[in-house]
């Protein structure tokens, strides 16, 4: 069995009891290639999150458009019944297409058949928190988000959600978005190389609100850079490893979800979460963003 480790401090969401451990997991890589379909080794991805919850995982993202289905049904058959004090994050806004393409998904219907979706599939009551995803794959765009967050929030007045999130926003929409019920988190893409949340993350801090990255390290396309190469070498660690440690070192309220099917590179993933970067390290690691933009 492995060792629980800190797993990088932990974090209370407002509004709710539910604290976690800021390095968590995220569920996508747990469906077949593309995000689609059974996983190409179920047994595998059974260990690997069970393997994350010994080891002090207490956060898991996912949604049921993963797979669709696939992902949830692999997180109940694996975990359930939840141990005390897990919170698992999942979201609504999208649906997959019969040729796999993402859809927007933000009718009243939709998102209601959606949050039912996650219950059925989780053999949940409630869903701890529940993200609504607008904007485009990686980008906001400043459409109102006032009339599907209402659906939401009529659900979580209902007992279904217990807590609510938004992602892919901006900080417009996540005004728009607190005038119509409390958002706990906001999860947007953001890494040491794309840093363009960088004043809404303060921003959230201030408000004690969680800002969970995607894409943490770099998307499909992982993360290439000399300067994160040459801060890797020095610490005798990954380039990932330095990348996530960099996010936990960015700023308190930041919560990671890196996800991965190999029980390997979850526990380098885990290990980043005690890594320390001295803040000359920092100083090379923060000239990424600039090199990125040129």
């Known amino acids: 069995m492995t060792k629980p480790m800190a797993l990088g401090g932990t ?21 077949g290639p593309g995000v689609w379909g059974p996983p190409r080794d179920p047994e595998a991805a059974i260990v690997v999150l069970r393997e994350a919850v010994i080891s002090g995982v207490n956060h898991i993202d996912t949604s049921d458009f993963y797979g669709p289905h696939v992902t949830n049904q692999i997180i109940k058959q694996a975990l359930h019944p939840y141990p005390s004090g897990l919170v698992i994050v999942t979201k609504v806004g999208a649906r997959r297409g019969p040729d796999k393409s993402w859809i927007h ?16 599939n989780l053999a949940l009551d409630a869903l701890d928190v529940v993200n609504l995803r607008v904007g485009g794959m990686a980008e906001p765009s400043e459409q109102s988000i006032a009339e599907p967050l209402t659906v939401l929030a009529e659900l979580k007045s209902q007992g279904l959600i217990r807590q609510i999130g938004l992602s892919n926003i901006s900080p417009k929409q996540l005004a728009e978005g607190q005038a119509i019920t409390e958002i706990v988190c906001v999860q947007n893409y953001y890494n040491v190389a794309h840093r363009g ?27 290439q850079s000399s300067e994160l190469n040459q801060v890797a070498e020095s610490l005798k660690a ?45 100083a090379d690691l923060n000239s990424i963003a600039g090199d990125a933009a040129k």
């Open 197 to 223: 949340d960088d004043a809404f993350i303060d921003d959230l801090a201030t408000q004690g609100i969680a800002y969970v990255p995607f894409f943490p390290l770099g998307g499909f396309t992982p993360l």
């Open 11 to 31: 974090f209370t969401f407002p509004g709710a009891s539910m604290t976690v451990n800021r390095m968590g997991y995220g569920a996508m890589q747990l469906a």
């Open 105 to 120: 998904a933000l009718s009243r219907q939709e998102l209601i058949d959606a949050v039912h979706d996650n219950l059925r």
């Open 238 to 282: 990954t380039p990932m490893q330095v990348a996530l440690a960099w996010l936990l070192q960015r700023s308190p309220n930041i919560l990671l979800i890196p996800g991965t099917s190999s029980v390997a590179h979850l526990r380098e993933n885990l290990e980043a979460a005690e890594l320390q970067i001295p803040p000359e390290l920092l």
